[in-house]
Antibody, heavy 119, light 108 residues
Framework: EVQLVESGGGLVQPGGSLRLSCAVS????????MSWVRQAPGKGLEWVSI???????YYADSVKGKFTISRDDSKNTLYLQMNSLRAEDTAIYYC?????????????WGQGTLVTVSS | EIVLTQSPGTLSLSPGERATLSCRAS???????LAWYQQKPGQAPRLLIY???SRATGIPDRFSGSGSGTDFTLTISRLEPEDFAVYYC?????????FGQGTKVEIK
């Protein structure tokens, strides 16, 4: 069974930084595509970033230059380093597995971690 | 960037009725890369449909997807009480993913 458990969310001041983690079991992070998707309170889903099995990374324009996605293959864990945070980055952040081939959809999801940017 | 527009915003129906949800793209989307998700309050999204019309593992056959090009549809043939939720479409193109804004299916 695939399980994804996010952690690292919390309250941070505008301009601050936070690093989210996603511990994965039942699925090899390094061999697959892994992504972050966020959801602002009461709003819809927004794709944030993805890391391919080969290590290539891609970002939504809204976070490019502020967020960095990475992984630790030895820990089978995905990360999202978030810098220069603003109120509009307040959201639940989900990690998700992404199918690399046909479909390119998000198959397995964690329960999310809440990031609140406020003074 | 491809924009997905879902309609209606809210669908008020009774259990047993048929639900038809629309997802329109601002430019043509490969059917291979159109998916639908269900989200209930306080829960993560759940994959329903991928490749526009393929049901994900464990999804009941009352859920079906169709469409091509810029117009896609999710149909729930007979609403069960557990189907009242928000539904999102999602597309992939050029290493970018976008979601529609969602359609809420509520009990009438």
């Amino acid at each position: 069974e695939v399980q994804l458990v996010e952690s690292g969310g919390g309250l941070v001041q505008p301009g601050g930084s936070l690093r989210l983690s996603c511990a994965v079991s039942g699925f090899t992070v390094s061999s697959n595509y892994m992504s972050w998707v966020r959801q602002a309170p009461g709003k819809g889903l927004e794709w944030v970033s993805i890391i391919y099995s080969g290590g290539s990374t891609y970002y939504a324009d809204s976070v490019k230059g502020k967020f960095t996605i990475s992984r630790d293959d030895s820990k089978n864990t995905l990360y999202l380093q978030m810098n220069s945070l603003r109120a509009e980055d307040t959201a639940i952040y989900y990690c998700a597995t992404a199918v690399a081939g046909y479909g390119k959809y998000f198959q397995h999801w964690g329960q999310g971690t809440l990031v609140t940017v406020s003074s | 960037e491809i924009v997905l527009t879902q309609s209606p915003g809210t669908l008020s129906l009774s259990p047993g009725e048929r639900a038809t949800l629309s997802c329109r793209a601002s430019q043509s989307v490969s059917s291979n890369y159109l998916a639908w998700y269900q989200q209930k309050p306080g829960q993560a999204p759940r994959l329903l449909i991928y490749g526009a019309s393929s049901r994900a593992t464990g999804i009941p056959d009352r859920f079906s997807g169709s469409g091509s090009g810029t117009d896609f549809t999710l149909t729930i043939s007979r609403l069960e009480p557990e189907d009242f939720a928000v539904y999102y479409c999602q597309q992939y193109g050029s290493s970018r993913w976008t979601f529609g804004q969602g359609t809420k299916v509520e009990i009438k």
